[in-house]
């Protein structure tokens, strides 16, 4: 079985601030892992994703991930928050190695990310 | 490319009604899925589909019930509606053979149960 924890369900950083928000995983099968945004009432876009490959991977609006498989974690930051980061963000998790599974993700619970200006 | 669409956005049920919500994709993905967003739980997986004709459950498939008689579409249908189902209701899509398994979202379906 697989699973997702997003540590801290709000976090809030300062305009300029780093954003770092936390993500493990368990999986007894290599993970594929992802990082999506969701702006208010709006649906779930990509940020990046971790396949195989480089562990330090990187997405859109200056956010990257790294895939550290001795901690289970795949973390995602941002040197420099912008107003407009704000927004819920959601970890989640899949294999290639897992029968049919291209269908079906995982997600964490979600960060809600304010930037204070 | 419309991506994948669902109508409707927005919806109003009484206690045991039923309805069924609609999920279009035009990029011809073999997987399609259906998710419900809760405060504080994430999405969870409610159906799947990894062709047309074959479906299976996924983490929360009470009350709820799906076909695939064609790979475009998805639909979700809900038989007896509970209050418990007031949800924002997310479908996606993804390729087969996709090393990347990524999924496209839809908009989303907000659905009140009174």
């Known amino acids: 079985a697989q699973s997702v924890t997003q540590l801290g369900s709000h976090v809030s950083v300062s305009e300029g601030a780093l954003v770092l928000l936390r993500c493990n995983y368990s999986s007894s099968v290599p993970p594929y892992l992802f990082w999506y945004v969701q702006y208010p009432n709006q649906g779930l876009q990509l940020l990046l994703k971790y396949t195989t490959g480089a562990t330090l991977v990187k997405g859109i609006n200056g956010f990257e991930a790294e895939f550290k498989k001795s901690e289970t974690s795949f973390h995602l930051t941002k040197p420099s928050a912008h107003m407009s980061d704000a927004a819920e963000y959601f970890c989640?998790?899949?294999?290639?190695?897992?029968?049919?599974?291209?269908?079906?993700?995982?997600f964490g619970q979600g960060t809600e990310l304010s930037v204070k200006p | 490319n419309a991506g994948v669409t669902q109508t409707p956005k927005f919806q109003v049920l009484k206690t045991g009604q039923s309805m069924t919500l609609q999920c279009a994709q035009d990029?011809?993905?073999?997987?399609m899925s259906w998710y419900r967003q809760d405060p504080g739980m994430g999405l969870r997986l409610i159906h799947y589909?990894?062709?047309?004709?074959?479906?299976d459950q996924g983490e929360v498939p009470n009350g709820y019930n799906v076909s695939r008689s064609t790979t475009e579409d998805f639909p979700l249908r809900l038989l007896s509606a509970a209050p418990s189902q007031t949800s924002v209701y997310f479908c996606?899509?993804?390729?087969?053979?996709?090393?990347?398994?990524?999924?496209?979202f839809g908009p989303g379906t907000r659905l009140t149960v009174t």
């Open positions: 990029m011809n993905h073999e997987y």
């Open positions: 989640a998790v899949t294999s290639p190695l897992i029968y049919n599974q291209g269908g079906k993700l995982i």
């Open positions: 589909s990894v062709g047309a004709g074959i479906t």
């Open positions: 996606a899509s993804s390729r087969r053979g996709d090393r990347s398994y990524e999924q496209y």
